[in-house]
Nanobody, 119 residues
Framework: QVQLVESGGGLVQAGGSLRLSCAASGRTFSITAMGWFRQAPGKEREFVAAITWTGGMTYYANSVKGRFTISKDNAKNTVYLQMNSLKPEDTAVYYC????????????WGQGTQVTVSS
């Protein structure tokens, strides 16, 4: 099993920045990629960004490309999401997720952290 704990959410004004962190523990050797998703009230959960654990390849949703940056620190088993130029429409609960060896799905999820962007 892999446990994921997010931190760094909060309230920020439009145009501001936040950095989310997601610390993984447990069977971290099995992680192949980690990603961030978000869910706004009344909307379905959507993909935000992902990073492969060994090669460091990154992927972004079009809505955040150029504003958000995903990165990782393998030594700390932590993935980050730097969010700049935040917009009110970025308001959501942000979830960290991880895929593991042999799986094409995100098997593990964090509890989520609230990000609120005021206009």
């Amino acid at each position: 099993q892999v446990q994921l704990v997010e931190s760094g959410g909060g309230l920020v004004q439009a145009g501001g920045s936040l950095r989310l962190s997601c610390a993984a523990s447990g069977r971290t050797f099995s992680i192949t990629a980690m990603g961030w998703f978000r869910q706004a009230p009344g909307k379905e959960r959507e993909f935000v960004a992902a990073i492969t654990w060994t090669g460091g390849m990154t992927y972004y949703a079009n809505s955040v490309k150029g504003r958000f940056t995903i990165s990782k620190d393998n030594a700390k088993n932590t993935v980050y999401l730097q969010m700049n130029s935040l917009k009110p429409e970025d308001t959501a609960v942000y979830y960290c997720a991880a895929t593991s060896t042999g799986s094409k799905e995100y098997d593990y999820w964090g509890q989520g952290t609230q990000v609120t962007v005021s206009s």
